[in-house]
């Protein structure tokens, strides 16, 4: 309870600080910072650096350390601390003990722009509370907290922040804009690997026309133990009435795209953990990625919510390494879970250390793991399996 209170509270002030920042342009324009090379997701020509991730991630190292001291040391993220002002000093961003002295740190960043760092510092230091649902906090399992580690993403889909455009719908999932922008917050047990839970903001859910202003949303679970409790609501999947649908990246390789194509209706949208949010409403029945463009970073948070709806976010490479097994069991689905604890051993570079190699299947029900597996390698058939003791059909 205490945690989840505290993730809660801490993903509400960081979609503020999001929102707060996207509502004066010319603060924004001074904080942006193009990434170096060695820094590049090479998805993209672009990639950015804001000062929003950096303070969201310091804001998070502190809110935590003030409310659980145990787990402060054991938050991890994309970004450095280090930021670089225009005039070329090196800055290492924190939060301080007042909100003064947050402002006069800030402030250097900034360029000796008081009032900006004024701005921000306030928002870091209000106090946030938001409660979980009372029902639903009664049915948290207790968490040993000295085992826990946190992996944030500050702003997914930075790109998209930055443009800042209100988004562009292709069916009910924006395929790029503010909306496809997340705040990711998962905890996991640091010595398994296993992911326990995970917070999501989604700071630019809906936009207020008459208002102009953005409202955000935020999606919580836990399981452990074999005790699941979230606050999504379980909607029907979008294949239940159609051919299944399928979230990727418009980057995606082509055979990939051609290959599910056949079998599945494809949209695209922008941002790891916004794909990986939509599956977990049940708006898609999975996201694809073969690639390994994707960080623990981007799929901690959301593998807490959809491990919490029974399903989860495992490596591509494993879905074609097990052609020879027709039959997948709920063991082998649990044993070929990301795991977020270790680096990879072989990464060529040091900033692939925590991608996560070979490709990522995200589902939010076993049963359209078992259907991607045989589609893989049963391409034209009528699949009709008990899995689970549970009968389901598919023809395609």
């Not at 924004?28 to 969201?56: C, H, P, Y």
């Not at 029945?285 to 690639?291: G, H, L």
């Amino acid at each position: 309870m205490e945690l989840i209170e505290t993730l809660l509270s801490f993903s509400e002030k960081a979609g503020e600080i999001a929102r707060t920042i996207r509502r004066e342009p010319k603060l924004f324009s001074l904080l942006v910072e193009e990434k170096g090379e060695e820094e590049k997701n090479q998805r993209f020509t672009q990639d950015f650096k804001t000062l929003a991730d950096v303070l969201i991630q310091e804001a998070l190292r502190h809110h935590v350390t003030q409310m659980i001291p145990s787990l402060g040391e054991h938050v991890h993220g994309e970004e450095s601390a280090e930021f670089t002002n225009t005039l070329g000093e090196r800055v290492i961003v924190q939060i301080c003990a007042t909100k003064e002295e947050t402002a006069t740190l800030l402030e250097k960043v900034l360029d000796g722009n008081r009032e900006a760092a004024d701005l921000l510092a306030a928002v870091v230091h209000t106090a946030i509370i938001v409660k979980p649902d009372s029902t639903l906090a009664a049915k948290i399992p207790k968490i040993p907290l000295d085992n826990l580690g946190i992996w944030i993403d500050p702003i997914d889909s930075t790109g998209e922040y930055v443009r800042g455009e209100i988004g562009k719908l292709s069916g009910s999932i924006y395929s790029s804009g503010l909306p496809s922008v997340t705040i990711l917050i998962g905890f996991y047990d640091r010595f398994t690997g296993e992911i326990i839970g995970g917070v999501v903001n989604h700071p630019f859910a809906v936009y207020d026309e008459e208002n102009q202003s953005w409202h955000g949303e935020v999606y919580w679970s836990v399981n452990y133990n074999d005790v699941k409790v979230h606050n999504m609501q379980i909607h029907k999947l979008a294949s239940d009435a159609t051919r299944p649908v399928i979230v990727m990246s418009s980057s995606e390789d082509v055979k990939v795209q051609e290959m599910l194509g056949k079998k599945f209706d494809i949209v695209y949208a922008s941002g790891a953990g916004y794909k990986l949010l939509v599956v977990a409403l049940g708006q898609v029945v999975a996201y694809v990625c073969s690639k390994s463009s994707t960080f623990r970073w981007d799929t901690a948070a959301p593998h807490g919510l959809l491990q919490a709806l029974g399903g989860g976010v495992v490596v591509y490479r494993q879905l074609l390494s097990s052609a020879e097994d027709n039959h997948v069991s709920e063991d082998m689905l649990k044993n070929i879970q990301i795991k977020y604890n270790k680096p990879n051993a072989d990464s060529p570079k040091a900033s692939l250390q925590w991608s996560n190699a070979g490709g990522i299947v995200a589902y939010r029900d076993n049963k359209y793991y078992l259907i991607l597996h045989h589609l893989v390698f049963h391409p034209s058939s009528t699949f009709c399996c008990f899995y689970f003791c549970k009968p389901f059909m598919y023809s395609f």
